[in-house]
């Protein structure tokens, strides 16, 4: 299939490519001249404008947009809708609210074009592991793009069956690593939830390495103290413990790396969808203590900061190679 990629940062460049060495073209889209050009070397076709983009789509034209969510993803749908077609797909894989999914696939349903959201995990290993892709939109024209979907989702690779999937009836999808989650909104709603998940996860391996590096703190008894190696820790506990994880895993490299993180700020961001899915909750009338506790973390972290802050530090450049600057 023929798709313009419209941003081209971490994520959406290496989507690109893992998109080409399936088989499908690329008409590549970035105001960053640069990452174009790059882009065109590995066998995309450049395009210099949406204008141009649209020339070179094919019909009908699938837009995938992998954008910064709010404006600036608002203004590129609006500026391919104008010289849309119908029957013209647009796929926002960024990490947009699930009510702008909503509204978004009103106004383009208006016009005869479909919207689909995608809420997209894999961060910058995605090229050659694959991306966990959680989809919303209609179900036609999901299992239309589903030589799309599959090209970038993982597989089912090496981890064991869970017991009852190979029951008829059963989506195959799920194994092998996307779902289509429902209609408009359906799709960033769940990576929203997702997001809030890590960030519980994340600040539980971040406290429980300071209380571990507190261990050698002066203020206990002399016979209490342990200087611990928190490489050590990091990396046995990788090895059949049940906290095992891939945050772990990125854990274990850093610790390695540098045992006392010095590179990073403990100056810790959030991307917004750990704030939407503390909204969904009271929305809902959920309680979400851990979700809630982990996104007030990030924002002392901004005041002050501690070791376990670097370890969130640590895991976010890990696996989306986010890097925080020093305050």
């Not at 106004?107 to 892709?133: F, N, P």
């Not at 599959?150 to 059963?170: E, F, N, Q, W, Y």
């Not at 507190?214 to 413990?241: F, H, M, N, T």
């Not at 503390?278 to 309680?287: D, F, K, L, S, T």
């Amino acid at each position: 299939m023929r798709l313009v990629m419209i941003g081209l940062g971490r994520m959406g460049g290496n989507m690109a490519r893992r998109l080409m060495r399936a088989g499908h073209e690329i008409v590549a889209y970035d105001r960053d001249a640069e990452a174009v050009e790059k882009l065109v070397a590995d066998g995309a076709t450049a395009a210099s404008s949406v204008d141009d983009a649209r020339a070179k789509a094919g019909s009908p034209a699938i837009w995938w947009v992998m954008l910064p969510h709010g404006d600036v993803t608002d203004d590129m749908i609006e500026q391919i809708a104008d010289g849309g077609n119908a029957g013209d797909v647009v796929i926002d894989g960024g990490n947009s609210f699930y009510k702008d999914d909503i509204r978004r696939a009103k106004a383009l349903a208006e016009k005869d074009m479909h919207y689909v959201d995608v809420g997209t995990s894999g961060g910058v290993w995605g090229l050659d592991r694959g991306y966990c892709m959680m989809i919303g939109g209609p179900a036609d024209v999901v299992r239309d793009l589903d030589p799309v979907f599959s090209a970038l989702a993982p597989g089912r690779g090496s981890i064991p069956r869970t017991k009852g999937r190979a029951d008829d009836g059963i989506d195959p999808r799920a194994e092998n690593g996307y779902i289509h989650a429902g209609p408009a909104g359906a799709g960033h709603f769940v990576k929203m939830v997702h997001n809030g998940i890590e960030y519980g996860l994340m600040q539980a391996y971040a406290e429980g390495f300071d209380i571990l590096k507190g261990k050698a703190s002066e203020k206990l008894p002399e016979d209490q103290r342990y200087d611990l190696d928190l490489a050590d820790i990091a990396e046995v506990w990788r090895r059949g413990s049940v906290i095992s994880s891939w945050l772990l895993d990125l854990t274990a490299d850093a610790l390695t790396a540098d045992g006392k993180l010095e590179k990073f700020s403990g100056h810790v961001a959030d991307s917004g969808e750990g704030r939407w899915t503390i909204e969904a909750a009271m929305e809902e009338a959920v309680p979400a203590n851990v979700l809630t506790t982990a996104l007030y973390a990030r924002y002392r972290s901004r005041v002050e900061h501690t070791f376990g802050e670097k370890v969130l530090s640590a895991m976010r450049f890990g696996f989306g190679g986010h890097v925080e600057m020093p305050q």
